[in-house]
């Protein structure tokens, strides 16, 4: 099951049905199943509470990823900073549900064993987020 909660910020414009519908198929491409995944939408005050008591990281982040994954059943809880998201859309000039998109299945990729913070590793991460976000698109 995935569930999909908002704190301290108003829930993005997200169809649910689809997203988890999309999400379940990105995840079979790897040879995963989703068990239990929460996602929560938050801004960066609470993003950074979350770094500094979990992981000892001082700084804003658009994502992190608790990971609870057993063999090839994801589980984990994901939180989302919107605000993070927004300015980074902007930055980057992409559209927001686009960006919003991306950084949601980053989170189930890095469940799925990809990572993003080795050499050349970022390429990867990127090419994966990408074929996810064509797949969303022929939804």
């Known amino acids: 099951m995935i569930s999909y909660n908002s704190e301290a910020v108003p829930f993005p414009h997200l169809h649910r049905r689809d ?15 989703i068990g239990e995944l929460g996602y929560v ?52 000039h992409t559209d927001y549900d686009e960006e919003l998109h991306r950084v949601i299945v980053h989170g189930v990729l890095h469940l799925c064993g990809i990572d993003d913070k080795g050499p050349g590793q970022r390429a990867i991460m990127e090419a994966a987020e990408n074929d996810a976000l064509r797949l969303l698109s022929m939804g």
């Open 41 to 92: 939408f938050c801004n960066d005050e609470k993003i950074l509470e979350i770094n500094r008591q979990y992981l000892s990281h001082d700084y804003y982040t658009d994502i992190i990823t608790f990971d609870y994954t057993e063999g090839h059943v994801i589980n984990g809880d994901i939180f989302i900073s919107l605000d993070t998201v927004r300015s980074n859309s902007a930055q980057q």
């Open 19 to 33: 997203t988890t519908r999309w999400l379940r198929a990105v995840a079979a491409r790897y040879g995963y199943t």
